[in-house]
């Protein structure tokens, strides 16, 4: 099941670099693929639905607000059927993972200040709204201008957690 998913998410990590979206067919195909794995393998439902929620409570909010896409949430969660109640350490490390990979994007576009200085405007935007409020960046910027790859940093936190033996 290891290699099954590391395949799913290279294939996920190239559309979304591709198209900056990941297909639903492949995260539908990967959830219902790990499922049968997961099950064949031993694994209890419970033990996936906890990882599951766990990606559904942690992650819900930034989709909600615009920092997160759909298609990332749904990778998430099929990897979460298979990483099952180890899913907050994994989310964790991909949140790390991404951390890394969005500072050195920003800082190779040169524009790692006025990202800065656009989080401290939003923030205080739901501040003075006393409520969250869509995360957009100033004048619609194109998403190759300021997003990230979001799968990238959970194929690196996946191949970690591999490497590392913990999973």
């Known amino acids: 099941m290891k290699i099954w998913i590391l395949l799913f998410l290279i294939m996920a990590a190239i559309y979304d670099y591709r198209d900056f979206k990941i297909p639903n067919k492949l995260n539908g195909a990967g959830a219902l693929i790990t499922l049968v794995l997961a099950r064949v393998s031993g694994m209890k439902a419970a033990d996936m639905m906890i990882g599951v929620l766990v990606v559904l409570i942690s992650c819900g909010l930034l989709f909600y607000i615009g920092c997160l896409g759909g298609g990332d949430v749904k990778l998430l969660m099929v990897c979460a059927i298979s990483i099952g109640r180890a899913m907050p350490r994994f989310l964790i490390l991909s949140f790390i993972c991404n951390g890394i990979y969005a500072v050195i994007f920003l800082w190779k576009r ?42 990238f940093g959970i194929l690196a936190a996946y191949m970690i957690c591999l490497l590392g033996g913990g999973l």
């Open 110 to 151: 040169k524009n790692f200040h006025l990202r800065l200085f656009r989080l401290f405007q939003y923030v205080t935007q739901c501040k003075d709204n006393k409520r969250l409020l869509m995360y957009e960046t100033e004048n619609g910027d194109l998403m190759k201008d300021g997003m990230i790859h979001f799968s």
